[in-house]
């Protein structure tokens, strides 16, 4: 039996469904927008969580209200499908991927609510341990266009307060030696996300061959993940295949299986993957081919981070998850924080209301 079989033949009634927008302004230049599906009947409720980018397609979807008609008994699999039928976008979204992230936000939010129903939660439906979770926070050292340059000193005041903290960092073309090197004295830097596969989008990073091979000499034991594989940065990234992972290109476990080298770990995001079917089949596969899973975020505002943690703990806790609670993106985060490995709560996928 498949995991997606676990759960798919949980009964599920749905009799309203309400929408909430959150929203976080971490500098004067950029507002996220994320909208919360709350799911409901007889008192229970179950929630998802859209982490769709563009505040356009989340202001509309406020606008429009809860204008589809989710009511009725049906099982888990079945609100999948209709899912999968349905557009949810009151307008087209701004970028295709959205449809994914939004048909996550419906399909958590309903198996959710499926498992209070049932008076449940989704370790006991799956047969599978919640264990304490290993996690990293991510960041960059700025850096970017209209920057002053990439500073150190933002990673160290994390350290002061948590100095067992690990980093996926976001590398900039400006790291010179001298801060690599201060990098690798931290002894921090567990992953480097090198934005190689993102196109057309504010994340994007010129591809420098003389870059790539400074940061995998550097950091002999750092994943790197989604380089751009070119001609010129093939012959560096050859040798150490074996560390190279990927984020931004996987929607699906078709995704991973296409890979020209197979992976020793991938991240798998849940609201990228899209569908539950789609994410519980990437978790099956992945299992049977020994690759690793791990974790990562999307700026979720609420109960998303709460699920990617729970879904992390469930199926892949002792891998590098970029699954850090909220506090941690502060400049200098409040003491009192988790810290890794940290017990997840069972409000991501639990019995409580």
Not at 1 to 16: C, G, K, N, Q
Not at 199 to 212: E, H, L, Q, S
Not at 253 to 282: C, H, Q, T, W, Y
Request: charged letters at 25%; aromatic letters at 8%.
């Amino acid at each position: 039996m498949s995991t997606f079989e676990r759960v798919a033949d949980l009964a599920l009634e749905i009799d309203s469904y309400e929408l909430e927008t959150l929203s976080f302004s971490p500098n004067d230049d950029f507002e996220r927008l994320t909208t919360v599906i709350h799911v409901a009947k007889d008192g229970l409720t179950g929630n998802g969580e859209d982490v769709t980018y563009e505040g356009l397609d989340a202001i509309a979807l406020a606008d429009a209200g809860s204008y589809l008609d989710l009511t009725g008994p049906r099982t888990v699999g079945e609100f999948c499908d209709l899912m999968a039928e349905t557009d949810l976008f009151p307008v087209p979204p701004e970028r295709e991927v959205s449809r994914n992230y939004r048909r996550w936000a419906f399909e958590s939010a309903a198996l959710l609510l499926a498992l209070k129903q049932a008076d449940t939660d989704l370790a006991a439906a799956l047969g599978r341990e919640l264990s304490p979770l290993t996690f990293v926070a991510s960041m960059g050292l700025g850096g970017g266009p209209g920057s002053t340059g990439s500073d150190i000193g933002r990673l160290l005041a994390k350290l002061e307060n948590y100095p067992d903290l690990k980093f996926k960092l976001d590398p900039a073309l400006d790291w010179d030696q001298d801060l690599i090197e201060c990098l690798v004295e931290t002894g921090a830097v567990n992953t480097l996300d090198l934005k190689g596969q993102y196109k057309g989008t504010p994340v994007d990073i010129d591809t420098d061959p003389g870059m790539y091979r400074r940061l995998a000499e550097s950091f002999p034991e750092a994943w790197l993940e989604d380089p751009d594989i070119t001609d010129e940065t093939r012959p560096i990234l050859e040798p150490v295949i074996d560390r190279v992972t990927w984020d931004a290109p996987i929607h699906s476990l078709e995704d991973i299986a296409s890979l020209e080298f197979k992976p020793k770990v991938i991240n798998i995001k849940p609201s990228r993957m899209g569908g539950l079917r789609s994410l519980l089949d990437a978790y099956d596969y992945c299992d049977s081919e020994s690759i690793t899973a791990y974790g990562g975020g999307q700026w979720e505002l609420g109960v998303g981070r709460d699920q990617i943690q729970y879904l992390a703990a469930l199926f892949h806790p002792d891998a590098p998850n970029d699954t850090a609670p909220r506090g941690y993106n502060s400049p200098i985060p409040e003491p009192g924080l988790p810290v890794s490995p940290m017990p997840v709560p069972s409000i991501g996928f639990g019995i409580p209301n």
